[in-house]
């Protein structure tokens, strides 16, 4: 789980297999939900054209998740204030 400031957390969920990806993006505000959701296009886009096959990408508000989901558990979380990946 991200602890961002001014987008709240966001929790990224992937798995990636013989360049084949397939994941979704949870939030915590609905406006950063809005923001990615309408963004999501653009990152499959680019994960393309690196080689990688995007089998599905979803957006989802961290409340619409199950407490029991493992990508939500309060144990694991780091909190960044800036996030630079190079691929």
Do not use: C, H, W
Not at 12 to 17: E, H, N
Not at 20 to 49: C, H, M, P, W, Y
């Amino acid at each position: 789980l991200l602890d961002l400031p001014s987008l709240g957390e966001i929790a990224i969920d992937l798995t990636v297999f013989k360049r084949q990806i397939s994941g979704r993006v949870l939030t915590g505000q609905q406006e950063t939900n809005k923001l990615v959701a309408q963004n999501v296009d653009d990152l499959e886009a680019r994960l393309q054209s690196i080689g990688y096959r995007v089998e599905a990408l979803a957006t989802a508000m961290l409340s619409d998740v199950a407490p029991d989901s493992p990508v939500v558990e309060t144990g694991n979380r780091a909190k960044l204030t800036q996030i630079d990946v190079s691929i």
